[in-house]
T-cell receptor
Framework: GESVGLHLPTLSVQEGDNSIINCAYSNSASDYFIWYKQESGKGPQFIIDIRSNMDKRQGQRVTVLLNKTVKHLSLQIAATQPGDSAVYFCAENMKGGYNKLIFGAGTRLAVHP | KAGVTQTPRYLIKTRGQQVTLSCSPISGHRSVSWYQQTPGQGLQFLFEYFSETQRNKGNFPGRFSGRQFSNSRSEMNVSTLELGDSALYLC????????????????FGPGTRLTVL
């Protein structure tokens, strides 16, 4: 498949390690945040979301942390696996913005055996 | 439940032509959004439809238009194609309550890869 982004920042990790992907969001009025995973040749796949009344949310092997003070979002992946290799995007949705998502530039995660 | 489907998956057009892309949302989903993805600009919001009405529009020229049908299926049209319109066009659907006021998780289709020569 074609590459999603040719010059994305890359995070390289060893299989089994924990990964942390960071994102700075842009709008103080955003109150809903989502992480997506995109593999080559596919559309973005929902991973986890968090609303602004929370600062942490856990899923299966993933945790999202939200720091509204500094407008920062992070995605933690535990025990990273080769299948986690993909581009990860954070997205924000502004209150009153209906379903308009504003996406970050993305981070490429490369998992090495 | 079947996911979001988009047709066609690949399309090659020449400058000046027009193109129509189709999106079928997940069954029961009433909101459909469209995004353009390019290596240079990333993922950018085009527009969103709910109950056949456009609720929100991104910063794209008027050559980009869309519509939604009563069964929630949506189409987007690009007229007078330019080289810079080459991109992956993604459609996303979400449930959205009957009031249409809430925001939900958006689920994406595989996209249509448009190449303009």
């Amino acid at each position: 498949g074609e590459s999603v982004g040719l010059h994305l920042p890359t995070l390289s990790v060893q299989e089994g390690d924990n990964s942390i992907i960071n994102c700075a969001y842009s709008n103080s009025a955003s109150d809903y945040f989502i992480w997506y995973k995109q593999e080559s040749g596919k559309g973005p796949q929902f991973i986890i979301d968090i609303r602004s009344n929370m600062d942490k949310r856990q899923g299966q092997r993933v945790t999202v942390l939200l720091n509204k003070t500094v407008k920062h979002l992070s995605l933690q992946i535990a025990a990273t696996q080769p299948g986690d290799s993909a581009v990860y995007f954070c997205a924000e949705n502004m209150k009153g913005g209906y379903n308009k998502l504003i996406f970050g530039a993305g981070t490429r995660l490369a998992v090495h055996p | 439940k079947a996911g979001v489907t988009q047709t066609p998956r690949y399309l090659i057009k020449t400058r000046g032509q027009q193109v129509t892309l189709s999106c079928s949302p997940i069954s029961g989903h009433r909101s459909v959004s469209w995004y353009q993805q390019t290596p240079g600009q990333g993922l950018q919001f085009l527009f969103e439809y709910f109950s056949e009405t456009q609720r929100n529009k991104g910063n794209f020229p008027g050559r980009f238009s869309g519509r939604q049908f009563s069964n929630s299926r949506s189409e987007m049209n690009v007229s007078t194609l330019e080289l810079g319109d080459s991109a992956l066009y993604l459609c996303a659907s979400s449930p959205t309550g009957t009031s249409g006021a809430s925001r939900d998780t958006q689920y994406f289709g595989p996209g249509t890869r448009l190449t303009v020569l």
